[in-house]
């Protein structure tokens, strides 16, 4: 009986090891493999191509042909697809019998769409398309929105925009729930429980689930970042800030700027890039030759020829010697790489080489390797 219970709590254990790592693939001597948090390889580089892990799995080229692998590099499902898509929520599309279908982590062929033309699941849900019209598909295989919509755009955190028929914009969610009413001519993403709407040509504002606030003048806006306290918007030829609400918060006075992420908002005076605080206060000086968001840990990339980060007073802590635009390297997830701190770690290229560095400016592992994806929690 001891015994017994010893086994089930090793194995407990063991699997809380594994769910609770972080994984990021890199790539070495033209191969592909995953390196964890002390940048050591926990699988080997022997993939011609990979992707980062999605869904507790990691999709890999081996010879011509794609499978899935654990976080422990064996096989959930051997190679024997032709092409294939990342898992979501415990579903994959793959191409069997020179077709695209939809399988299970076992391997067995779900049977939720005859439509010859299928779409990848993200968040939970999957495109359908009927007679140009868009609905939804659930996990389950069920139809939570018959397709009627013109158009829905790609789920970011489980919303999407969509247009009806008539060109009206909205917000739905991946439950196939209608968050902000198609009531607009033009949307942006939904953040912090608002976002950005235009009403024919010349009204701008930030509509939530029950309201729309006109922004007085505004000319244009752009999404709030996720926690970000404000966001940007122009009047006339300026840029200034504006809260939920739609208020003007900093009047518009700057050439350029980025939203507000952390307390703090890069801006432009038409030479130079500096940091202004929730008051509008430059807080660091003008000095830069582009700058990026604070991060968690108080620390902003900052460019001046290359990049570096800066602290909140305005001192370089890690010197400008580093590129940190990822540019065509998101190849693999066909997303726009963040930049900057990330949990702690800042990806970062040197000499055609990419690692991770510290806070303290110390390379993870010291080690750089020839291409570099984020870390994932594999869960």
């Known amino acids: 009986m001891k015994k017994a219970l010893l086994i089930t709590l090793t194995f407990v254990v063991a699997l809380q090891i594994v769910s609770s790592q972080e994984l990021a693939l890199a790539r070495e001597d033209g191969k592909f493999g995953y390196i964890n948090k002390e940048a ?8 011609k191509k990979a992707h980062s892990f999605s869904d507790g799995v990691a999709l890999v080229l081996e010879g011509k042909k794609w499978g899935f692998i654990l976080p ?15 898992f979501d929520s415990g579903v994959a599309m793959v191409i069997k019998n020179k077709k695209w279908i ?45 397709p009627k919509y013109k158009v829905i755009k790609g789920f970011r955190n489980g919303y999407a925009r969509f247009a009806t028929q008539n060109d009206m914009w909205g917000i739905i969610d991946n439950k196939g729930t209608i968050v902000v009413k ?7 993403n939904y953040v912090n429980g608002v976002v ?15 309201s729309f606030n006109l922004v007085d003048g505004a000319l244009k806006i752009w999404d709030f970042k996720v926690g970000g306290k404000y966001t940007i918007a122009r009047k006339g030829e300026k840029i200034g800030f504006i809260n939920k609400e739609g208020t ?39 000095q830069f030759d582009d700058v990026d968001f604070f991060a968690e840990n108080g620390l902003a990339p900052v460019k001046n020829e290359e990049w570096g980060f800066v602290n909140t007073k305005g001192e370089i802590v890690i010197e400008t010697k580093y590129g940190i635009t990822a540019g065509g390297f998101g190849f693999l997830s066909g997303k726009v790489a963040e930049k900057g701190f990330i949990n702690g770690l800042a990806r970062v290229k040197n000499n055609k080489k990419w690692g991770f560095i510290k806070a303290n400016g110390e390379l993870l592992g010291d080690k750089w390797f020839e291409n570099l994806e984020l870390f994932v929690k594999i869960k």
């Open 72 to 86: 422990d590099g064996s096989w959930l499902l051997e190679p024997q697809f032709d092409k294939a898509k990342n």
């Open 102 to 146: 939809y399988i299970d982590k076992k391997g067995k062929e779900l049977e939720y769409s005859k439509e010859e033309k299928k779409y990848p699941f993200v968040d939970g849900v999957a495109f359908i398309k009927s007679d140009k019209k868009v609905g939804l598909l659930n996990t389950k295989g069920e139809v939570i929105v018959v």
């Open 248 to 286: 003007w918060v900093i009047e518009p006075q700057f050439v350029k700027a980025k939203a507000f992420k952390n307390g703090y908002a890069g801006v432009y005076n038409g030479e130079k890039w500096g940091f202004i605080d929730t008051n509008g206060k430059v807080v660091i000086a003008y």
């Open 40 to 47: 050591t390889f926990v699988i080997q580089p022997q993939y």
């Open 196 to 210: 950005r709407v235009r009403k024919g040509e010349e009204t701008f504002g930030i509509a939530s689930p029950n």
């Open 182 to 188: 198609p009531e607009y001519t033009g949307i942006g």
